[in-house]
C-alpha cells in the first residue's frame, strides 16, 4: 500500500470513529430523555391513578377516596391492572426514544428483534 493509500485509509476510519462517537452521544441524550419521561395511566372505574418514569419505576400512586367498600381483592386488581398499564405506557415511550436516536439504517432491525422480544415475554 502507497503512503496516499495509507493516508486515504486513515481519513475513512477516522471518518467512522467520528460517527460511531456522535452514535453515541445521540444515545446517551435519547437515554436521558427517555429516563425522564412520564406516563399517567387511570383505572376505568376512576379508582386509581399511576405515574411511571423512565422505564419500570413508578414514582405516584393516587386512589379515590371512595376504595372503602369494594369487593374483596377489587383494590388489588384495579391497581394491578393500572400498574402493569403504565409500566407498559413508559416502556414503549422510551423504546420509541431510544429507537429515534439510532440511525435510520439500524432502525428497522433494532425494532424487530424488540418486537421479537415482546413477543416472547407476552407468551
Request: glycine share 10%; hydrophobic share 40%.
Amino acid at each position: 500500500m502507497s503512503s496516499s493509500e495509507f493516508g486515504s485509509l486513515g481519513d475513512q476510519l477516522q471518518g467512522v470513529v467520528e460517527q460511531l462517537y456522535q452514535a453515541s452521544e445521540r444515545m446517551q441524550g435519547a437515554l436521558a430523555g427517555a429516563q425522564a419521561l412520564t406516563c399517567t395511566a387511570a383505572s376505568p372505574s376512576g379508582l386509581a391513578e399511576v405515574t411511571a418514569a423512565g422505564r419500570n419505576r413508578v414514582v405516584e400512586i393516587r386512589l379515590s377516596t371512595g376504595h372503602g367498600g369494594r369487593a374483596d381483592g377489587e383494590l388489588e386488581r384495579v391497581l394491578v391492572a393500572t400498574l402493569n398499564e403504565v409500566l407498559e405506557q413508559a416502556r414503549a415511550q422510551s423504546n420509541a426514544a431510544m429507537l429515534d436516536a439510532l440511525p435510520t439504517s439500524m432502525r428497522s432491525g433494532v425494532q424487530r428483534a424488540a418486537d421479537e422480544e415482546k413477543r416472547e415475554q407476552d407468551r
